[in-house]
């Protein structure tokens, strides 16, 4: 996940992209520290799911391509959409450390 950051698509809305180049960044700091708050939200949702999702693992319940929906919707709860569009909003004016 530390290849990914946020970029501006209007003046409210980011998307998480795949950063190539960290070089071609106008702002590499802060494009650092939206990956490693990516990365750090992605270890914790794992921590919090992984016994449930060993479980569901050894029963053979997660299907190929099903682990996002299972992850994401059925143990932690923290999508709200189900499409492949994952589409953030920022609050620049109050950052209180979650993605």
């Known amino acids: 996940m530390e290849d990914y950051t946020l970029e501006k698509v209007d003046s409210k809305r980011y998307e998480w992209v795949r ?29 919090e799911t992984e016994d449930e999702l060993a479980e569901l693992i050894k029963k053979g319940s997660v299907k190929v391509g099903g682990l996002s929906k299972i992850l994401c919707q059925d143990l932690s709860k923290h999508c709200k959409q189900s499409s492949d569009s994952h589409e953030v909003t920022v609050d620049d004016d109050e950052s209180d450390g979650e993605l």
């Open 19 to 47: 950063v190539d180049s960290w070089d071609n960044l106008s702002d590499k700091q802060e494009a650092k520290v939206y990956s490693k708050d990516l990365s750090s939200y992605c270890g914790r949702l794992l921590e």
